[in-house]
C-alpha cells in the first residue's frame, strides 16, 4: 500500500477570483472576516507593489465546508506517483500504477475499526468530510 497525506480541501480563494471575473493564477488567499455577529469571505493578494488587493465574495458565491472537501486530488495523485519515481523499483511502481486509486481518512479507518464497520472508500476527488467532522457537527456548541 501507497499512501499520501493531505489535508484535503479544494483551494477555493482561486475559485471565487475565477467566478469574480479576477486572475485566478495570482496566488489569493482566502480569510474570514467577523464582524456584528456576521462572517464574511475575503480574498487577498499581495500585488508586484506589494500592495494588499481585497475582494469581499458575495454571499451566493460562498462554498460550503462540505463541497470544499475532496480528500485527494487528481494532481496530488500525479505528484505522489513523481514522487515514487525516485523511490520504488520500476516494477513496484508499474503495478501502483495499473491499480485504480481508492482514498480514505485514515481517522475514519480508525473510527471504523472501533465500530466495526467498512472504511469508508472513494474514487480521488469524490470524497465526502471525515467521520470525525461529521460526529462534531452533531455535538451542540457550549
Not at 43 to 60: A, G, S
Request: charged residues 25%.
Amino acid at each position: 500500500m501507497a499512501g499520501i497525506g493531505c489535508y484535503g480541501f479544494l483551494n477555493t480563494a482561486s475559485i471565487y477570483a475565477d467566478k469574480m471575473g479576477l486572475d485566478s493564477t495570482l496566488g489569493w488567499m482566502e480569510s474570514t472576516h467577523y464582524a456584528k455577529g456576521e462572517s464574511k469571505i475575503h480574498i487577498t493578494r499581495f500585488t508586484d507593489n506589494e500592495d494588499m488587493e481585497d475582494h469581499e465574495v458575495p454571499p451566493e458565491m460562498v462554498i460550503s465546508f462540505e463541497d470544499s472537501w475532496i480528500g485527494v486530488d487528481h494532481e496530488t495523485y500525479r505528484s505522489f506517483l513523481e514522487f515514487l519515481e525516485g523511490q520504488v523499483e520500476s516494477d513496484y511502481l508499474k503495478k501502483i500504477k495499473a491499480q485504480t486509486p481508492v482514498r480514505f481518512n485514515q481517522g475514519d479507518k480508525y473510527l471504523a475499526d472501533i465500530v466495526g464497520k467498512e472504511v469508508p472508500k472513494t474514487p480521488i476527488e469524490q470524497s465526502t468530510s471525515p467521520m470525525i467532522g461529521k460526529i462534531f457537527r452533531g455535538v451542540p456548541r457550549l
